[in-house]
Nanobody
Framework: VQLQASGGGSVQTGGSLRLSCTTP????????MAWFRQAPGKDREFVAG????????RYADSVKGRFAVSKDKAKNTFYLQMNSLRPEDTAVYYC????????????????WGQGTQVTVSS
């Protein structure tokens, strides 16, 4: 399944962006959506995730209180609202989908979006 991610861009420190990820087919309650990011020279890291059926989400410690995930099942779209952005948030952001709960390892996700660049300048 090819996911479609969008919404990246360039902002200054303290700015906000909202990323979107659309799945081509219907959403299923047992599936989880997640956001990962990868900075140059670093491993891909988990940012946030939740199951389509759940209300609560999981977040990396580095983004707690600044980022928030949400979903629109009618649009098959998953969002990442990013506030209070910092230069260290600069990375390519990817959305991903897996069966089951959102987990931290990128290897456990079967479907990925193409990535969208987020750049935060100081």
């Amino acid at each position: 399944v090819q996911l479609q991610a969008s919404g990246g861009g360039s902002v200054q420190t303290g700015g906000s962006l909202r990323l979107s990820c659309t799945t081509p087919g219907p959403t299923y309650s047992s599936y989880a959506m997640a956001w990962f990011r990868q900075a140059p020279g670093k491993d891909r890291e988990f940012v946030a995730g939740m199951r389509w059926a759940d209300i609560n989400a999981r977040y990396a410690d580095s983004v707690k209180g600044r980022f928030a995930v949400s979903k629109d099942k009618a649009k098959n779209t998953f969002y990442l609202q990013m506030n209070s952005l910092r230069p260290e948030d600069t990375a390519v952001y990817y959305c991903a989908q897996r069966y089951g709960a959102p987990v931290y390892s990128a290897r456990d996700y079967a479907s990925w979006g193409q990535g969208t660049q987020v750049t935060v300048s100081s």
